[in-house]
């Protein structure tokens, strides 16, 4: 038989980026319209879902490499009603996408990285670009999905190679919401859709 009579041999087309690749992406932040100025979510960009859960709608797009211009959806935690462990890694992984995206190591605690590690409002994370690692979850209907549950920083022996060229370092004179200049928040397309909807595939169970 030929290839177009016999099928058992095709590939499956999965569409996953393989877990654990490390890949220069680009955050844009999909507005939810919730603001809370007591916990400095202002700008619109913050979603609210249905249970009370707050988090960032994060649209990162691959920027270079053999899966360029695909794109990863993931939130990251705000607030939930459930407890503190969505913040905590919402937190964990901005953490990492600044130490990442302005060439931080993780175990600088100096004043200029502890500057850099604070942001004026979440303006400053539409359109940051950082190394991020691939991962794989899962969505509500129990599909596999690409997740992005942790950044790269210039510990890891590969961060140089995958950023191309070392980013600027950050300068703590600028500010502490400052960033360097080619890492400057990217202008927020009138395109971008909508946010997307409280009961969305692939939230956590302490997000719904």
Same mark, same amino acid.
């Given at each position: 038989?030929?290839? !177009?009579?016999?099928?058992?041999?095709?590939?499956?087309?999965?569409?996953?980026? /393989?877990?654990?690749?490390?890949?220069? %992406?680009?955050?844009?932040?999909? /507005?939810?319209?919730?603001?809370?100025?007591?916990?400095? !979510?202002?700008?619109?960009?913050?979603?609210?879902?249905?249970?009370?859960? %707050?988090?960032?709608?994060?649209?990162?797009?691959?920027?270079?490499?053999?899966?360029?211009?695909?794109?990863?959806?993931?939130?990251?935690?705000?607030?939930?009603?459930?407890?503190?462990?969505?913040?905590?890694?919402?937190?964990?992984?901005?953490?990492?996408?600044?130490?990442?995206?302005?060439?931080?190591?993780?175990?600088?605690?100096?004043?200029?990285?502890?500057?850099?590690?604070?942001?004026?409002?979440?303006?400053d994370l539409d359109g940051i670009e950082?190394?991020?690692?691939?991962d794989i979850g899962t969505d509500a209907?129990?599909?596999?999905?690409?997740?992005?549950?942790?950044? %790269?920083?210039?510990?890891?022996?590969?961060?140089?190679q995958v950023m191309g060229t070392a980013?600027?370092?950050?300068?703590?004179?600028?500010?502490?919401?400052?960033?360097?200049?080619?890492?400057?928040?990217?202008?927020?397309?009138?395109?971008?859709?909508?946010?997307?909807?409280?009961?969305?595939?692939?939230? /956590?169970? !302490?997000?719904?």
């Amino acid at each position: 038989m030929g290839s !177009w009579n016999d099928f058992n041999d095709a590939q499956s087309n999965t569409n996953l980026i /393989p877990k654990g690749t490390l890949a220069k %992406v680009r955050l844009t932040i999909r /507005p939810g319209g919730f603001d809370d100025a007591s916990q400095g !979510w202002t700008g619109g960009y913050a979603t609210r879902g249905s249970t009370g859960a %707050v988090y960032l709608n994060g649209e990162f797009t691959v920027t270079e490499g053999p899966y360029a211009r695909r794109k990863i959806f993931t939130l990251i935690g705000l607030y939930s009603p459930k407890g503190p462990d969505w913040t905590n890694m919402g937190r964990s992984l901005v953490r990492g996408m600044l130490n990442s995206a302005r060439g931080i190591s993780d175990k600088d605690m100096s004043a200029e990285a502890q500057a850099a590690r604070r942001i004026s409002g979440f303006a400053d994370l539409d359109g940051i670009e950082f190394i991020a690692r691939i991962d794989i979850g899962t969505d509500a209907s129990g599909d596999d999905k690409n997740e992005i549950r942790s950044a %790269v920083t210039p510990d890891h022996r590969d961060y140089a190679q995958v950023m191309g060229t070392a980013p600027l370092q950050f300068s703590g004179n600028a500010g502490p919401g400052a960033t360097p200049q080619q890492n400057a928040a990217a202008p927020t397309s009138s395109s971008n859709p909508p946010a997307a909807n409280p009961g969305a595939p692939g939230r /956590p169970s !302490w997000a719904q």
